[in-house]
């Protein structure tokens, strides 16, 4: 279960993802969309007919789109179902013939999905809790329910549904927890500790917490343990409010050139963004700690 304090706090960081909405709501955004741009039930424009058609206009070519791992007929489903090109913030694909528009999005706990086929004046939308791992579950739900009411032969059913992509083919492989053995830190805790700032991404500390080393960002703690290797590599174990909402990362420290002083490191799910650490600043009155302007907190998934 996800932490109902981490979600407040998470959805006033990420944007699309954490709009709060409801079935009745997403009813008529659907609605909209399948129109020509007037708000449904009345007269009012909200967007002229030409605009509001360029919203699913093929901007870029999808290349290897995941969907077709699980859903082409030569992959052994009957039906496939496929995206070929993105919109603004839309899939365009076919499913049973048919065109359609779709998009998914995930937060923590939370999945939906949204499909269209504007050439039916259908629209699907599914909100569920849980894991849906690859969108598989959804994906097969919105087609069970397209062939109902597009009067087509369903080639799924309750059971199938709940085994998808089995028998068809096999399912993706569960996840297997990766081994961290124990590795000694090898130097003193106050060699890492310290305060490092990246002009993008703000601000982390390295404290020690009793032996171990512990970085913070923001409202998320890591427990820091090194591996098993000559480098200064550590693996980030999320910890207290974040616990099992993130995958493991991996910290990197960075040694100045021709000393073992570490003036940095880089973190990988942050695109390797250099966090440089922030030294102490000495005059002769008063000694003071300088850092760089933090920047915005993000927390990458």
């Excluded at 082409?72 to 365009?92: E, N, Q, W």
């Excluded at 913070?216 to 207290?240: C, I, V, W």
Aim: charged content about 25%; aromatic content about 12%.
């Amino acid at each position: 279960p996800v932490p109902f304090e981490f979600l407040k706090k998470w959805s006033s960081l990420c944007s699309t993802t954490c709009v709060l909405s409801s079935a009745n709501d997403m009813s008529k955004f659907m609605n909209y969309l399948l129109g020509n741009g007037s708000i449904p039930g009345t007269n009012d424009v909200l967007l002229a007919k030409k605009i509001h058609r360029d919203l699913f206009d093929a901007y870029n070519r999808l290349q290897d789109p995941s969907i077709e791992d699980y859903f082409l007929t030569i992959r052994g489903v009957p039906v496939s179902r496929t995206h070929f090109a993105y919109a603004m913030g839309i899939k365009r694909g076919m499913y049973n013939n048919e065109r359609i528009l779709e998009t998914a999005d995930d937060m923590h706990g939370y999945n939906t999905l949204m499909t269209l086929f504007p050439d039916r004046n259908l629209g699907i939308f599914i909100a569920m809790t849980g894991e849906d791992k690859k969108d598989l579950f959804r994906t097969a739900l919105s087609s069970y329910i397209s062939d109902l009411y597009l009067d087509k032969e369903p080639w799924l059913n309750s059971s199938l549904l709940c085994t998808f992509p089995e028998p068809f083919m096999k399912g993706p492989d569960p996840d297997t927890p990766k081994v961290h053995p124990v590795v000694p830190l090898g130097r003193l805790p106050t060699d890492f500790t310290g305060t490092y700032t990246n002009d993008i991404y703000g601000k982390m500390e390295i404290i020690d917490k009793s032996g171990v080393l512990e970085a913070k960002y923001g409202y998320a703690t890591f427990d820091l343990q090194r591996e098993e290797t000559t480098s200064l590599k550590f693996n980030m174990f999320p910890t207290g409010l974040i616990r099992h909402m993130f995958s493991v990362d991996d910290l990197r420290f960075r040694e100045m050139k021709n000393s073992t002083y570490i003036e940095a490191f880089t973190v990988d799910k942050f695109d390797d963004a250099k966090f440089e650490r922030v030294q102490p600043v000495t005059n002769t009155t008063t000694t003071t700690t300088t850092e760089k302007p933090a920047g915005g907190i993000a927390i990458p998934l």
